[in-house]
């Protein structure tokens, strides 16, 4: 069976040598998160996530999940009541407000015991992540009585949540949704209409589920600004919260499909089933945006999720397999041969996906983080900065950490040989499960777009400036420190290399669009080693003030991090230079053939 252990001294080195959490004391809800809250409360994720799911996901991958005659949907043995003890655990409300049962404490936290979940079983994530999605957009445009009734039952986990925005004809493209809604005399609407792939849209997790559905109020006009989004439960709820009728929706059937077999990929059919608005009407893009956005960035966080776990095992495999002599020399003679782990090319491959893997956790930090200050802080400039650097983040989150996630699933499937190939190790498991989440959510190809038609240029480029001057006033501020300079000296050059980058779209797209959509895709893989980059230089400046400090036992770790970080900007940030030439190569030779010609 595949091995996971959740990186928890990671995850404390980070929220107190790098980020230093006790700066954000001022925000609700810091106050409570005290060094030994943080600790217990990772510790017990941690131990959840090892003893319970890890040994779940090879069986959720072999039995998958059934759809029964009467529409219901049975989830894999043990499923049930591993959600059961999730629940039990608080896991799904960690950062909800107090008032609506959840433990009000930083979504930082959230981030990072999603982070956990996802590597130990990304099926059985998928679940109550759905649901954290649903109750923030119910949370941020929901009617105090919607918040009343659904939020305390999804927070505890009776009830689950769900986002419904695909149908057959309409992906990416939402402006062709087709699900009618129909306004009733007493404020409720009928909903009519079928979305395909919706994730957990039927289960035998919980006893109510709560789809949150994109659709057209009668007589709105075509488009997305036509969009309205609805609560529409599976049992209609009684004012008490008791459950009362069936609603008008049902699965239709599920998908079978690549990976995360555990988690129902349904088509959900609306035949007329009562729903209530979310948000004002033709406001449905915008309230969804607040799930999307969320789940996004825990898209996001599923690539590093299965990057990590790949990881690990890659590295318990490669001191194990005996393969070969060290090119310089045996290093373990007493055996036939050295285990794979002195090989080089096999060297190259763990660090380059260490050096990913420590480096993005940091970034969902620092973004998660940001979320916080968003959502908590009292000044409204803060909270508007913060926001700005959500928005431009999301989408380099998004896009990047799943684009190499899944390459890194495939690459720490490579050190296992044919052995990773075959069912036994479950590597292959790993690399089908980590397909997804480039596809969902907005395909990566998409999210690039966003961050280069729609960030990059918002409000006069402020957010963009932000993030320079963060990461440049971090340089400066470092300048002087010649322990430094190997990590700033490399991510000067490839800040210059996006930022010309980001000059030349600002010549050369606006006339020509097609440089813009040709472009986007390395701009945004440019941005994130940029990020990446800036977390190294943060994480070797924590790491050394730790050592100077007295490391507390943790020498070995803290070299380990400065070693790796120099791995990263002297062998990966490199490839800014890559990138930045191929989007000033232009969209010409892109897209001079004729449909015809291909
Ligand atoms: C397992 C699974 C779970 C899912 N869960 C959910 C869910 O819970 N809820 C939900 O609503 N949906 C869900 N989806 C649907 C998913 O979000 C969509 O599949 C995704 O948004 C892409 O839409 P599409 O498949 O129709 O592809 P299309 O929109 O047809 O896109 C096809 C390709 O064309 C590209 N493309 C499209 N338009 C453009 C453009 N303008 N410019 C450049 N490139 C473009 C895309 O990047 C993509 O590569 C799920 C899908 C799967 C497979």
């Not at 039990?88 to 015991?113: D, N």
Request: hydrophobic share 45%.
């Amino acid at each position: 069976m595949p091995v996971y252990k959740a990186p928890v001294d990671d995850v404390l080195f980070l929220l107190n040598d790098v980020f230093h959490i006790e700066r954000y004391a001022n925000l609700p809800g810091f106050a409570d998160a005290s060094p030994d809250l943080v600790e217990a409360v990772l510790g017990e994720a941690a131990k959840f996530c090892e003893d319970v799911l890890v040994p779940l996901n090879r069986v959720g991958d072999t039995q998958g999940c059934r759809r029964n005659p009467d529409g219901g949907v049975t989830t894999p043995a043990g499923f049930k009541d591993a959600f059961h003890q999730l629940v039990e655990g608080g896991w799904i409300g960690i950062s909800v407000p107090g008032e609506f049962g959840g433990q009000g404490l930083p979504s930082v936290l959230t981030q990072t015991v999603n982070e956990f979940l996802a590597s130990a079983n990304m099926a059985f994530a998928m679940y109550p992540g759905l649901t954290q999605g649903a109750i923030s957009a119910i949370y941020a445009h929901g009617t105090a009585e919607l918040k009343a009734l659904y939020l305390p039952k999804m927070v505890s986990g009776e009830w689950t949540g769900t986002m419904n925005l695909t149908e057959p004809q309409c992906g990416t493209d939402l402006g062709l949704i087709r699900t009618k809604a129909v306004k009733q005399a007493d404020g409720s609407f009928r909903i009519t209409g079928t979305k395909i792939f919706i994730s957990a849209g039927e289960h035998d997790l919980a006893a109510n589920i709560v789809h949150l559905v994109l659709a057209r109020i009668e007589g709105a006009p075509e488009g997305t600004r036509g969009l309205s989004l609805f609560v529409v439960p599976k049992f209609l709820p009684n004012p008490d919260g008791s459950l009362g009728a069936r609603n008008g929706v049902g699965c239709g059937s599920i998908e079978e499909k690549m990976g995360i077999h555990g988690n129902s990929t349904c088509v959900m059919n609306y035949d007329g089933a009562t729903g209530w608005l979310i948000a004002e009407e033709q406001h449905g893009l915008h309230a969804m945006f607040t799930m999307m956005n969320e789940a996004r960035l825990g898209v996001g966080v599923q690539g590093l999720a299965l990057s990590e776990v790949a990881y690990q095992n890659a590295v318990a495999y490669a001191k194990d397999r005996l393969q070969g002599r060290a090119l310089s020399g045996a290093k373990q003679k007493d055996k036939p041969a050295d285990p794979i782990i002195v090989h080089p090319d096999v060297r190259r491959t763990l660090m380059s996906i260490r050096a990913f893997n420590e480096a993005a956790r940091a970034l969902v930090m620092w973004t998660a983080l940001k979320s916080d200050v968003a959502h908590r802080a009292s000044d409204a400039k803060e909270r508007q900065a913060a926001d700005d650097h959500m928005g431009l983040l999301t989408p380099v989150l998004k896009g990047v950490l799943t684009d190499v996630g899944f390459a890194n699933t495939v690459a720490a499937q490579q050190v296992f040989g044919g052995h990773g190939y075959i069912r036994e190790w479950g590597m292959e498991q790993f690399v089908r499960d980590a397909r997804i989440p480039m596809i969902y959510e907005g395909a990566n190809g998409i999210q690039a777009l966003d961050l280069v038609g729609r960030k990059l240029a918002k409000d006069g480029g402020r957010a963009l400036t932000a993030f320079f001057a963060e990461a440049q006033g971090f340089a400066k501020e470092h300048a002087a420190d010649a322990a430094l300079e190997p990590y700033l000296e490399p991510l000067g050059k490839a800040l210059g290399h996006l930022q010309q980058a980001t000059m030349w779209f600002a010549q050369n797209a606006l006339a020509k669009p097609d440089n813009a959509g040709a472009g986007a895709t390395d701009y945004m893989h440019l941005f994130g080693l940029v990020a990446l980059g800036y977390m190294w230089a943060r994480i070797a400046q924590g790491a050394q003030a730790k050592l100077a400090s007295g490391a507390d036992g943790a020498a070995e770790r803290l070299k380990a991090k400065l070693v790796t970080g120099r791995f990263f900007v002297e062998r990966m940030l490199p490839e800014t230079a890559t990138h930045l030439a191929r989007i000033q190569a232009g969209a010409t030779s892109t897209m001079e053939l004729p449909a015809e010609g291909f």
